[in-house]
């Protein structure tokens, strides 16, 4: 039983094109995070809700449009992808937004913008 | 905010061999923690770590929160410990390191 599955697991498309990735987590957490990955293996935060809370938005463009429609799930929405846009993007959650709590991540997203 | 610093970038081991990778954080940190990205791309949690030491059969962390870092020690490296070794430090938001990259060799 995957904890923190992400959907798809690759994401092939043209620019210009609007796409859609969809994280669930079945641990019972109550904060999920966006992460990207870019070429260079550097990972960043993008979003964290908690609660269905927006609590973090990174300076991540506004084509980028995180969703939670429940606290297991955590989905990203890009509009307009650009060839910059390519990385892997990873879904992640913890218990709570408590500080002292793990990070669990899916297996990753990888988008790549023709 | 946080500037998490790790070394060596690149290390290559041959199979048998230890080492030691290094974090180091520029602010207090409550939450510190170590992340193996296998050659499939997934990331695995190694340790929460925000003191003291901790093993977990090969592996052991030790952070030194006064001093400001963590050492990840891996002892009789197989070839499945080759990845990315990541670092991530938390203030309000958990900060990755940029990683070292181990490669070990049979």
């Known amino acids: 039983d995957t904890a923190v599955s992400q959907t798809p697991k690759y994401l092939v498309t043209q620019m210009g094109n609007d796409k859609s990735i969809k994280c669930e987590q079945n641990?019972?957490?109550?904060?999920m995070y966006w992460y990207k990955q870019d070429s260079k293996k550097f990972l960043k935060i993008m979003f964290s809700?908690?609660?269905?809370?927006?609590?973090i938005n990174e300076t991540v463009p506004n084509r980028f449009s995180p969703k939670s429609p429940d606290k297991a799930h955590l989905n990203l929405h890009i509009n307009s992808l650009e060839l910059g846009d390519s990385a892997v993007y990873f879904c992640a959650s913890s218990q709570d937004w408590a500080t002292g709590n793990i990070q669990y991540f899916g297996a990753g997203t990888r988008l790549s913008v023709l | 905010g946080i500037q998490v610093e790790q070394s060596p970038p690149d290390l290559i081991l041959q199979e048998g061999a230890n080492s030691t990778l290094r974090c180091n954080f520029s602010d207090s940190v409550n939450n510190l923690q170590w992340f193996h990205q296998n050659p499939w791309g997934q990331l695995i949690n190694l340790f929460y770590i925000p003191s003291g030491t901790k093993q977990n059969g090969r592996l052991s962390a030790t952070t030194v929160a006064t001093e400001r870092y963590s050492l990840l020690y891996i002892s009789s490296s197989q070839t499945t410990d080759s990845g990315v070794y990541f670092c991530a430090a938390r203030g309000n938001k958990l900060v990755f390191g940029a990683g070292t990259i181990l490669r070990v060799k049979s």
């Open positions: 809700y908690n609660n269905k809370e927006l609590i």
């Open positions: 641990l019972g957490h109550d904060t």
